[in-house]
């Protein structure tokens, strides 16, 4: 498994580098090149752990030995500037990633279908946290949405920030932990520093139960920093300026894997459950809109989707599934058009008719929901026993 040690090393790094730059203040030279000699054997350390840098981490440590020997004739204050902006570029470097998981969303509330006591609740967190009031109401900070896969976490996520207009930073932590890994733990408290600049914002961190502990109880090193950073900025403790309007709205599929540290910080617990009949006719309008279902038993069919413990994802397969095997009855040669020039294409249209109950009788042979009703018991305890009241 790999370690992540780089945050001590460029702590010491750091250290060493104001060491040098007083000795060299001091006029004090050997000293100085001592200390450009452990310099270069820090950034030799950097190298040898992060694969991604580590021609830069050589070229420093290059330039630093260059120092150490005498060869970079360093009568005042050598590279100590080319050090400073490398680390300098090192964080320009980490404030672009986090930059970059500034997202915009589009999503509103009614593009969500069921979940009416669900979208209240973040409506009423969204508004009280936006609201001037006494300084004796606190605002939530963190939310964790809990549910069986595919029920609309996303999606409610996105509609909080779509409806606040804020600035919407989605992390998939998976991949932050693998991609970042030795800057993760860096790349969280650069993310909230940018959270904070771009206020209102909300922090939507996806698979969160990557921060879990594995079976065997051990837990990476680098999961263990980004997790103490994590606290430390739900904690607040960083928060400069608390007046701001910033949430951090956590999803996970399974939440009894999270450790009671994570838990004590997402007093807020929404459970995000399968969508019941009146939500799959919801939900059934919105993934065919645009067609005509004025035919279609919805009814009956919404009944079933609950019956085959069907998710909003589920549902919005179910549909697609249902408008094909409309659109192919109707347009039996529509392969055979793949012939025709891209322009003649864009003259002509598609033919649809009304769905019917037959295209969705279809359907329901083909999407299988991998929800079991044991599995959703576990979610139903879980909710009773730690989820919102
Ligand atoms: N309540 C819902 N209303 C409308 N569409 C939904 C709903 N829940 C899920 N979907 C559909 O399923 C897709 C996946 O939902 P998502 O929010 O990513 O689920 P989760 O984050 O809970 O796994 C959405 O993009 C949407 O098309
Ligand atoms: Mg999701």
Not at 196 to 212: C, K
Not at 296 to 307: A, G, M, N, Q, T
Request: aromatic share 8%; proline share 4%; with cysteine.
């Amino acid at each position: 498994m790999k370690i992540d040690l780089s945050g001590p090393l460029y702590d010491a790094l750091k250290k060493a580098s104001v060491e040098y730059s007083s000795l060299i203040e001091k006029n004090d030279l050997p000293g100085a090149r001592k200390k450009a000699a452990e310099i270069a054997k820090f950034y030799h350390e950097l190298a040898n752990m992060n694969l991604s840098n580590k021609r830069e981490y050589l070229e420093r440590a290059e330039k630093w030995e260059r120092v150490s020997s005498g060869k970079t004739r360093s009568r005042q204050k050598p590279s100590l500037t080319s050090h400073n902006e490398t680390e300098k570029e090192e964080e320009n470097k980490i404030s672009r990633k986090a930059a970059s998981l500034i997202t915009t969303s589009n999503v509103k509330w009614s593009d969500i279908g069921g979940l009416d006591s669900v979208k209240k609740l973040m409506m009423e967190t969204v508004v009280i946290a936006g609201l001037q009031k006494p300084e004796s109401i606190k605002p939530w900070k963190g939310i964790l949405l809990f549910g069986p896969p595919g029920t609309g976490k996303t999606l409610l996520a996105a509609a909080s920030a779509g409806s606040l207009h804020a600035t919407f930073f989605d992390v998939k932590l998976e991949s932050v932990l693998s991609k970042y890994f030795g800057e993760s733990s860096k790349l969280i408290s650069s993310l909230y520093n940018s959270a904070r600049d771009h206020s209102p914002s909300i922090v939507f961190i996806d698979e969160f139960d990557a921060l879990s502990q594995s079976r065997d109880g051990e837990t990476n090193e680098a999961t263990r920093k980004v997790l103490s950073s994590l606290l430390t900025e739900l904690d607040g403790l960083s928060d400069k300026k608390s007046a701001q309007l910033l949430l951090t709205l956590a999803a996970t599929n399974t939440p009894w894997d999270l450790d009671t540290a994570v838990l004590s910080r997402f007093p807020r617990r929404i459970y995000v459950p399968l969508p019941d009949q009146n939500a799959c006719k919801e939900i059934i309008k919105i993934q065919t809109k645009g067609m005509d279902i004025s035919e279609v038993s919805l009814d009956r069919i919404s009944e079933k989707c609950v019956e085959m413990l069907y998710s909003g994802r589920d549902l919005s397969n179910f549909c697609q599934q249902a408008i094909w095997t409309m659109i192919r009855k109707v347009n039996p040669d529509l392969y055979k058009m793949a012939e025709l020039p891209f322009e003649e294409l864009k003259s002509r249209s598609l033919q649809t008719t009304p769905l019917v109950d037959d295209d969705f009788r279809e359907a329901f042979l083909k999407i299988r929901s991998p929800m079991t009703k044991i599995m959703l018991e576990r979610y139903e305890q879980w909710n009773n026993q730690c989820g919102e009241v």
